[in-house]
């Protein structure tokens, strides 16, 4: 069925911003007022490097390839963890060295 050409697109935009504005508030409201970021954020890196302790040789060796990837985060500015070498350092992308 021909309806003849296409009408225009109609064009819009919904400006969410006061949506968002108002969802962080309810977020940090819910946290509550004994709510401690820096406290959280120090508990989840310990956490994380707990995860990732007592690694063996191998597991450190994919541990450092997702790392690398960009699929894991590392362990500290620049490292995928204890022995690994990084970009520029002797060793860095050797297998044989992890």
């Given at each position: 069925m021909d309806q003849g050409p296409a009408p225009d697109r109609l064009n819009f935009s919904?400006?969410?911003?006061?949506?968002?504005?108002?969802?962080r508030a309810e977020v940090v409201a819910a946290l509550g007022p004994d709510w401690d970021p820096v406290a959280a954020l120090r508990d989840e890196e310990a956490a994380t490097a707990?995860?990732?302790?007592?690694?063996?040789?191998?597991?450190e060796r994919l541990y450092a390839m997702l790392v690398a990837a960009g699929v894991l985060p590392g362990r500290g500015p620049g490292e995928a963890g204890p022995g690994t070498p990084g970009p520029g350092e002797a060793g860095y992308g050797d297998a044989a060295s992890h």
């Amino acid at each position: 069925m021909d309806q003849g050409p296409a009408p225009d697109r109609l064009n819009f935009s919904i400006d969410l911003s006061v949506e968002e504005a108002r969802r962080r508030a309810e977020v940090v409201a819910a946290l509550g007022p004994d709510w401690d970021p820096v406290a959280a954020l120090r508990d989840e890196e310990a956490a994380t490097a707990l995860l990732y302790s007592g690694l063996d040789p191998e597991q450190e060796r994919l541990y450092a390839m997702l790392v690398a990837a960009g699929v894991l985060p590392g362990r500290g500015p620049g490292e995928a963890g204890p022995g690994t070498p990084g970009p520029g350092e002797a060793g860095y992308g050797d297998a044989a060295s992890h």
